[in-house]
């Protein structure tokens, strides 16, 4: 069971930055996809970036339209660490921002395919 450990939300005016990280228990972390997802007030939780490692060729990242040049999802495995680094933030941004892993190869949208999960960390943007 890997156990996921968000930290780094916070406070923060519109045109601001906030990095993100989450922390697992296991090194089985270095294997799998990670995911950051969001959700808002009365709304679906919904993916902001995924990051798979891929042997080959480098880790491969999947971006959601609406944070697709502002948002940065990054690993470091030896640390077993995936960060969101958030720049740009919009008060539509406002959010509980949650950490999750796919222990496949699943690197898309949908919630369900992620088998854990973090407990959340809320980011709240002020316009």
């Known amino acids: 069971q890997v156990q996921l450990v968000e930290s780094g939300g916070g406070l923060v005016q519109a045109g601001g930055s906030v990095r993100l990280s989450c922390t697992a228990s296991?090194?089985?972390?270095?294997?799998?996809?990670m995911g950051w997802f969001r959700q808002a007030p009365g709304k679906e939780r919904e993916i902001v970036a995924a990051i798979i490692a891929l042997p080959w060729s480098g880790p491969r990242t999947n971006y959601a339209d609406s944070v697709k040049g502002r948002f940065t999802i990054s690993r470091d495995n030896a640390k077993r660490l995936v960060y969101l680094q958030m720049n740009d933030l919009k008060p539509e941004d406002t959010a509980i921002y949650y950490c999750a892993a796919n222990r496949g190869r699943y690197n898309g949208p949908r919630a369900d395919e992620y088998d854990y999960w973090g407990q959340g960390t809320q980011v709240t943007v002020s316009s």
């Open positions: 296991e090194r089985s972390f270095n294997n799998y996809v």
